[in-house]
């Protein structure tokens, strides 16, 4: 079973963000031969607690389960709202709890929304850089949705079938990521301690 993990920072409920992520997650499963298992993800539901997770470094619950699940993910969508020009802070908290090779060599997929089309650079000049030092292996086609795109036609659809045929092509020629155990090297009780595992 082919496994695909969608994380949408969308804020309200709900969002214009969810439902790109809902759509690029069907171009993407429509696209892969045989069953595909979807993880979606709302950040807003986890906001709380991914705080705690930046203080602690450890996520714990429900939060954890979404960072495993992307971590054992064959593919990764990745879908959040434009602030000032970037992602949106809940957006790249959940990347900093993120393990740090959690991302090398993954197939994603980049989406965002926004009010106007001049946000859409925010996806080429903010999320494809953090991407980028992730080591994740990002498709050549974004999608990005402004207001006037949810009015009808045919460019975001055809925008996103293409964008979920690449990420279901790099899914399908990457072999099956290994399941790490978080306990096999566990971090020294006395560097907990000192609060130097974490910075």
């Known amino acids: ?81 434009t602030f000032n020009a970037s992602y949106s802070g809940l957006f790249k908290t959940f990347v900093d709890i993120l393990d740090r090779d959690s991302m090398d060599g993954r197939p994603v997929l980049l989406g965002a929304t926004g009010g106007t089309e001049r946000h859409s650079l925010a996806i080429d000049f903010a999320m494809r850089p953090l991407f980028a030092y992730l080591r994740a292996n990002v498709v050549p086609t974004a999608v990005y949705a402004a207001s006037e795109d949810w009015g009808g036609g045919e460019r975001l659809a055809d925008r996103v079938a293409r964008a979920g045929g690449e990420l279901a092509a790099l899914m399908g020629a990457r072999p099956a990521p290994p399941k790490v155990d978080p306990y096999d090297e566990p971090v020294p009780f006395e560097t907990l301690l000192s609060g130097t595992a974490r910075s």
């Open 1 to 81: 079973m082919t496994r695909l993990a969608v994380v949408s920072a969308g804020l309200g409920q709900p969002s214009s963000t969810r439902l790109l992520a809902d759509r690029l997650a069907a171009a993407t499963a429509g696209a892969l031969p045989g069953g595909v298992d979807v993880t979606t993800i709302d950040l807003r539901d986890h906001a709380h607690a991914m705080v705690d997770a930046t203080l602690t470094g450890f996520p714990t619950g429900p939060l954890r389960a979404a960072v495993e699940a992307v971590g054992e993910a064959d593919g990764l969508i990745a879908v959040t709202p």
